[in-house]
């Protein structure tokens, strides 16, 4: 795509954009008030934990979490981790949401109260549930191949169980946006539906692509239940950023818990102001 058409994508977006937006009046204003204070009241708690964090902080504890192996390991193996889940999350999700929108089929509606299970169930039972797993038969097998019970594998398949999901759900309503007689056009012209998919459907869906893999990202970097449970909270092994904070508030050790906690949350402040950077990027294309 050239330029000149993602100027035009992005025009377009922006007029799409303001087609939502209403005039505001004078006799608005009353009722738009009361709404703006009801969300300030969210606004503001978000506002005051990310100040009390930063000011409760010790910067001398935030400069161990990366000279000290231990803490060091654990942000390593968290950034890896979550990298990794956010790949596989997003190469599950876009062909899950493809067919999941694009194909009618037996049990449809089953497979899509499937795929919201990781969502609504708590995360301990997702653990859990990965733990009886693998002392199945099955799950015995693959474990004498790869183990994944208290191990990096088992770390990065706790993450993608939820990660995935939310992905899974953010491809689907970005297919749904897409218009499907584009598609049919192809078809008509002689494109095989594979064709039509790669050159026609998965280009218009990287639009969607990035804030699924941000999404997945989020979730894989704050998951505890399913890690805990799952992959245990063995130092300098399946040690992670949130399992760090709870093993340093097990021990009563609030100032280092914090300093982690400041770094989870200015790594994931930078991960989402660059993955919105190539978004834009992207819709440039």
């Known amino acids: ?3 000149g058409q993602g100027q035009r994508t992005t025009a377009e977006q922006e007029e799409r954009n303001a087609m939502h937006l209403l005039p505001v009046r004078r006799a ?18 978000i506002i005051g934990i990310l100040a009390a964090k930063v ?20 942000v390593i193996l968290s950034l890896l ?9 997003v190469w599950i999700a876009v062909p899950t949401a ?30 859990l549930g990965l733990l009886m797993l693998f002392q199945t038969p099955p799950g015995v097998w693959i474990q004498q191949h790869v183990r994944f019970t208290y191990a990096i594998p088992g770390l990065i398949l706790a993450q993608f169980m ?4 939310f992905a899974t759900r953010t491809m689907m309503a970005t297919f749904t946006e897409i218009n ?39 979730r894989a970097m704050g998951e505890f239940g399913p890690v805990l449970v799952f992959a245990g909270t063995t130092r300098m092994r399946t040690e992670v950023m949130p399992t760090t904070i709870f093993l340093e508030l097990q021990v009563g050790n609030l100032g280092m818990a914090t300093a982690v906690a400041v770094v989870m949350l200015v790594t994931s402040l930078a991960v989402l102001v660059l993955m919105r ?9």
């Open 1 to 3: 795509m050239s330029v």
């Open 28 to 45: 608005d204003v009353p009722f738009l008030l009361a709404l703006a204070l009801i969300a300030s009241v969210y606004i503001i708690l």
């Open 55 to 74: 000011f409760y902080v010790e910067l001398p504890l935030v400069g161990e979490v990366f000279t000290n192996p231990g803490y060091r390991y654990a």
């Open 81 to 89: 981790s979550c990298s990794v889940t956010t790949v596989l999350s």
């Open 98 to 127: 493809y067919l999941m929108t694009r194909v009618s089929f037996f049990g449809k509606r089953l497979v899509d109260a499937i795929l919201d299970i990781p969502i609504v169930l708590p995360p301990l039972v997702i653990g």
């Open 162 to 165: 939820v990660a995935c999901a």
């Open 180 to 218: 499907p007689r584009q598609e049919q056009v192809a078809v008509t012209l002689g494109c095989s539906r594979s064709q039509a998919f790669w050159m026609v459907v998965l280009p218009e869906a990287r639009r969607g692509m990035i804030p699924a893999a941000t999404i997945a990202w989020a």
């Open 277 to 285: 950077i190539a978004g834009r990027g992207m819709r440039m294309m």
